[in-house]
C-alpha cells in the first residue's frame, strides 16, 4: 500500500487553525498529524448535519469549507447526514422540544443535500454516511449500555438544558439521547477530529468521552464560530428566516445579503467570503470607510462563490434595476383577478390577498399602513383603494412583486 504524502505539521496546523475558535486539545492534534505523516495514512475528520430542512446556509458553510481544507491537505472527509438523529431533532439552543419529523419528511429534505455540499467539498475525495446505518442498528439493549455511562447531572451540565431545568420547563429523555447519538457517530466512524459550531462543544466533547471508554483514541474537536443572520442578532437559522441559502435563487441571496445591517459586514467578510490576506484586510477597511460599496461586493462575492460569476452579475444587474432605477424585475408573476361584479372595482386588500402577496387582508391593511406597498411605484397611503379594471404592478417590501389584471365579470 502506497503511503500517502502530507505536508508539513506545521503547515497544516496553520491551515486548520484559521478561523477556528478552539482545538480541543491542540496538542493532540499535532500529535495525530505527526503521527498521520509518518505513516501516510490520512486522518478521518468528522462533522454531520441534520436534514430537519432542505437548505444548508452560509453559516453551516464556515465548517464546510473546513472540511474542505482537511481534503487539500490530503485527509479523509466523511459527511454525516442525520438521517436517524433527524428524528429527535437537535436541542442545541432550543428552549423548548423540537417535534419529531417522520422518515418521508426526513428523506423529502436530504435530496438537496447532496447537491449543495458538492458546491465546497470534493466529490472525489468525500464519503457521504447516513448515521441510520448504525443507530438503527442498535437494540435496548445497546441504548442502555449507552445511557448508563452518563449521569443526569452531566447532561444538566449542558447550558440550555441547565437553563430549561432551573425555568422548569420540560426536557424530554430523548433530547438527553440526542448528544448521545451523535457521540456514538464518532464511535461508528472512528473520528480522529470531528468539527462543529459553538452550540455543538458538549456533543463534541461527549464524543470524546464515548471514544475512550469504547477503547479508541479520542477524536480532537474543531469548534468553529457561528455566522449571525441577516437580522444582525441571532445565529443564522432557516428557523428564524435569517438565513442565505447556498441554493438559494442569486437574486434572492444577493438581496439577502444586501439588507443586512452594516455591523455584520466584517463577521460576514471573515467568515462567509473569499477574501484572505491582503484582500481581506483591504475588504474590512473598506466595510469601515464605505459600507455600501463593502456590501455590494459581498454580495456578489456570495453568490459567486456558490452559484458563479455570470449569476453573481445577473443578480447584481437585478438588483439594480428594482433597488437603484426603481423598475420591476424583468420576471415577474401575473395574477389575473376579477372585480366585483355590483361595483366593477377590486378592493387593494383582496388584490394583495388573491394574488399571493400577502397571506391575508389583515397582513395587507398593517403593510399599506407601514408604507410597505406599492402601486405603479407609488406608496399606498389609506386601505380603501378600489382597482378599476385595468393592469397595475403591486409591490410588496424590496423584493416581491406582481402584475396584476383586473377584469370585469363575464
Not at 503511503?3 to 497544516?12: G, I, M, S, T
Not at 436517524?84 to 437537535?90: I, N
Not at 455600501?292 to 439594480?320: C, H, M, Q, S
Request: hydrophobic residues 40%; negative net charge; charged residues 30%.
Amino acid at each position: 500500500m502506497t503511503k500517502r504524502a502530507f505536508p508539513p505539521v506545521e503547515e497544516q496546523l496553520e491551515r486548520i487553525r484559521e478561523g477556528a475558535l478552539e482545538v480541543i486539545p491542540e496538542e493532540e492534534l499535532t500529535g495525530k498529524l505527526t503521527r498521520s505523516r509518518e505513516t501516510g495514512v490520512p486522518l478521518v475528520i468528522k462533522q454531520g448535519f441534520d436534514p430537519t430542512r432542505p437548505d444548508l446556509h452560509i453559516g453551516h458553510a464556515v465548517s464546510i469549507h473546513k472540511l474542505r481544507t482537511f481534503q487539500e491537505l490530503g485527509h479523509r472527509v466523511v459527511f454525516v447526514i442525520g438521517d436517524f438523529t433527524a428524528r429527535v431533532g437537535d436541542p442545541s439552543g432550543q428552549s423548548e422540544t423540537r417535534p419529531m419529523l417522520s422518515e418521508a419528511e426526513i428523506e423529502e429534505n436530504l435530496i438537496t443535500y447532496r447537491d449543495q455540499v458538492f458546491r465546497i467539498l470534493d466529490s472525489e475525495r468525500t464519503e457521504l454516511r447516513r448515521n441510520g446505518e448504525w443507530l438503527g442498528e442498535l437494540d435496548l439493549v445497546d441504548v442502555l449500555r449507552l445511557t448508563s455511562q452518563f449521569t443526569v447531572a452531566r447532561m444538566l451540565e449542558r447550558e440550555d438544558f441547565k437553563q430549561r431545568y432551573g425555568e422548569e420547563r420540560p426536557i424530554t429523555l430523548v433530547e438527553f439521547l440526542y448528544p448521545m447519538m451523535q457521540a456514538y457517530d464518532s464511535i461508528a466512524l472512528e473520528a480522529d477530529v470531528e468539527l462543529g459550531g459553538t452550540d455543538q462543544k458538549f456533543n463534541l466533547l461527549l464524543g470524546r468521552t464515548l471514544q475512550r471508554q469504547a477503547g479508541q483514541k479520542p477524536q480532537v474537536c474543531l469548534i468553529m464560530p457561528l455566522l449571525r443572520g441577516t437580522d444582525g442578532q441571532r445565529k443564522m437559522s432557516k428557523s428564524y428566516d435569517n438565513y442565505v441559502g447556498l441554493a438559494m435563487q442569486p437574486a434572492e441571496a444577493f438581496g439577502r445579503v444586501m439588507s443586512t445591517p452594516d455591523t455584520l459586514l466584517e463577521e460576514w467578510i471573515e467568515l462567509a467570503s473569499t477574501a484572505a490576506g491582503l484582500d481581506r484586510a483591504e475588504r474590512l477597511e473598506q466595510a469601515r470607510r464605505d459600507p455600501l460599496a463593502a456590501k455590494r461586493w459581498l454580495a456578489w462575492d456570495i453568490v459567486a462563490r456558490y452559484n458563479g460569476a455570470e449569476a453573481a452579475d445577473a443578480a447584481r444587474e437585478a438588483f439594480d434595476r428594482v433597488h437603484r432605477e426603481r423598475l420591476a424585475p424583468e420576471e415577474v408573476p401575473t395574477a389575473v383577478l376579477e372585480a366585483d361584479p355590483e361595483t366593477g372595482t377590486l378592493w387593494i386588500g383582496y388584490a394583495l390577498q388573491r394574488s399571493g402577496l400577502t397571506a391575508s387582508t389583515s397582513e395587507a391593511r398593517r403593510l399599506i399602513a407601514q408604507g410597505a406597498v406599492r402601486l405603479d411605484d407609488n406608496i399606498l397611503t389609506g386601505n380603501d383603494l378600489q382597482l378599476s379594471p385595468g393592469e397595475y404592478l403591486l409591490q410588496k417590501g424590496k423584493r416581491s412583486f406582481t402584475r396584476l389584471e383586473v377584469t370585469l365579470p363575464e
